[in-house]
Nanobody, 115 residues
């Protein structure tokens, strides 16, 4: 059984920064990919950023240049450093792990950016 635990959300003023973390634990052989998504009430979950086990990263255009995804393989943890936050970044952020070809989601963490 695999569990994902997210942390790091909160309330921040526009222009501020937050760092999200998501740690996987349990029976893990190989983590193939890690991603972050976000969701606003009434809208579909939106992909934000991804990193593979070989290292390449990708970002949604809306966050490119402001957000940075990184991973700590030894800790089975993915991070999302969010800088220059905007009110439109307000959402529940979810981490996604592809582990041993199975998909796992974090519980979600609220990020609120005030103007």
């Amino acid at each position: 059984q695999v569990q994902l635990v997210e942390s790091g959300g909160g309330l921040v003023q526009a222009g501020g920064s937050l760092r999200l973390s998501c740690a996987a634990s349990g029976s893990i052989f190989s983590i193939n990919a890690m991603r972050w998504y976000r969701q606003v009430p009434g809208k579909q979950r939106e992909w934000v950023a991804s990193v593979t086990n070989s290292g390449p990263t990708n970002y949604a255009d809306s966050v490119k240049g402001r957000f940075t995804i990184s991973r700590d393989s030894a800790k089975n943890t993915v991070y999302l450093q969010m800088n220059s936050l905007k009110p439109e970044d307000t959402a529940v952020y979810y981490c996604y792990f592809l582990i041993d070809l199975s998909i796992y989601w974090g519980q979600g963490t609220q990020v609120t950016v005030s103007s």
